[in-house]
T-cell receptor, first 116, second 111 residues
């Protein structure tokens, strides 16, 4: 399967615990995006990387959230001191940025987080 | 990126064409129209995108009006598996960053 993959697919944690999610983009894609989706709403942008550089962060990304893409390939999203309001689906997408390309974003299956 | 307006829900009979409208009256000249869909509990799936001309691929057709203020996504022969939320998104290719999702249209294909 050459699509975007995310692990784990489901995570249940207790309030106050830290969680980390992983995203593996499509191999030749140099841009990687994180979104969050709560029930009944469309996905909301969190942040994106071009290679290893984090180029934009949404105000939704509080200081408890941190994302990395250390080698410009896979990315991790960590949430520290989780709160019940963090319960959501966390989506990763990737695209190729370059002259003459469409930059279409392709999404992974998401990680569903439930904070008890 | 320009804002889009879509109906909240639509129904379609299996085997018939599903025509999903989208208004984007404030679209700029360099902004593309993208369509994604999301089947329950899955990640969004890219369907098609276009700038000015009508586009067709194996999944759907995209018809953009001449003034580019609205578009229609056409699923020519809807199946039960096409039941999903369909999102119309306007995006500049030069920005290259976020997709701004609205609430989309819940399409229900009925047997």
């Amino acid at each position: 399967d050459t699509g975007v993959s995310q692990n784990p697919r489901h995570k249940i944690t207790k309030r106050g615990q830290n969680v980390t999610f992983r995203c593996d983009p499509i191999s030749e894609h140099n841009r990687l995006y994180w979104y969050r989706q709560t029930l009944g709403q469309g996905p909301e942008f969190l942040t994106y990387f071009q290679n290893e550089a984090q180029l934009e962060k949404s105000r939704l990304l509080s200081d408890r959230f941190s994302a990395e893409r250390p080698k410009g390939s896979f990315s991790t999203l960590e949430i520290q001191r989780t709160e019940q309001g963090d319960s959501a689906m966390y989506l990763c997408a990737s695209s190729f940025w370059g002259q003459g390309t469409s930059m279409t974003q392709y999404f992974g299956p998401g990680t569903r987080l439930l904070v008890l | 990126d320009a804002k889009t307006t879509q109906p909240t829900s639509m129904d379609c009979a299996e085997g018939r064409a599903a025509n999903l409208p989208c208004n984007h009256s404030t679209i700029s000249g360099n902004e593309y129209v993208y369509w994604y869909r999301q089947i329950h509990s899955q990640g969004p799936q890219y369907i098609i995108h276009g700038l000015k001309n009508n586009e067709t691929n194996e999944m759907a057709s995209l018809i953009i009006t001449e003034d580019r203020k609205s578009s229609t996504l056409i699923l020519p022969h809807a199946t039960l598996r096409d039941t999903a939320v369909y999102y119309c998104i306007v995006r500049s290719e030069t920005s290259g960053s976020r997709l701004t999702f609205g609430e989309g249209t819940q399409l229900t294909v009925n047997p």
